[in-house]
Every structure is written in C-alpha cells, then in structure tokens.
C-alpha cells in the first residue's frame, strides 16, 4: 500500500476542511507540533457545540504532524488506535492542537495529544497507536 500526501498544511484540502489556520510551533527535537484550527460554526450542533468529531480530528492531526516532524517527513501515521477524553464542549474561534511522540519504533509509534483554547484551557486529550509507512511524494 502507498500513500500520497500533502505536505504543505495551508493547501492540504483536508487541513482546509478542519480549518487550519496556522502551525504555531514545530520542534523535531521535541517531537512535538501546535496547530492552530479555527472552529467554525458549521462544524456545531446544538447549542453552538463543536460536534465530537472535529476535535477528534484536530488532535490526530496534530499527532500525525508530530510523527512526520520526527520521522523528517519519509513515514505516515495510520491509525491503529485512537482513543480521545472530552473535557469540556468546544466552541467556534480559535484552538490550537498539540501533539507529541510518546514512543517511535520501526512499524509503530504511540503518540499524544490534547486541544486546548488559546488561553490554555483544555478541551479534549488524546492517545493513539499508530502504524508507519512510506510517504508517497
């Protein structure tokens, strides 16, 4: 199986449909990444509350980021496993999506994450176990 993928954030039509705005911060030796997303209120439910799913995919992005940063862009993350905690609702503006590698072997990485507010209140964390492979450019 070969994978294609978009390096450039801003023009990723994925990224575009999660509302990115802009990476924050980009640290291969941390292994870890913060996105910024803005949360928009087509993407809400009742009472103005961002639907579950969004977030989800706003911290397996950032997870993902996290092990292409650390891998120097030659593997992609497939989820094996993901597993996210609900805090609190979000709602439309600005959040930012952090994501870290926990553990990187050769097939497999364990990586976390977490969506906060831009005041550092958070929101949601995440875990996955993810398998590694090739990038197709």
């Not at 977490?114 to 996955?128: C, D, H």
């Amino acid at each position: 199986m070969t994978e294609e993928a978009n390096l450039e954030p801003a023009t990723d039509p994925l990224m575009k449909t999660l509302g990115f705005v802009r990476m924050l911060e980009s640290d291969q030796g941390e292994d870890r990444v913060c996105v910024e997303f803005e949360a928009k209120r087509a993407q809400c439910h009742s009472g103005n509350i961002v639907q579950g799913g969004f977030v989800t995919g706003w911290i397996d992005s950032a997870m993902a980021h996290a092990v292409m940063i650390r891998t120097k862009y030659e593997l992609v993350p497939l989820s094996l496993e993901l597993k996210v905690a609900f805090y609190r609702a979000a709602h439309p503006g600005l959040v930012v999506a952090e994501g870290w590698v926990e553990l990187l072997g050769k097939r497999t990485a364990f990586v976390e994450g977490l969506l906060r507010t831009p005041e550092g209140e958070v929101i949601a964390k995440g875990t996955s176990t993810v398998t590694l492979k090739p990038i197709r450019r």
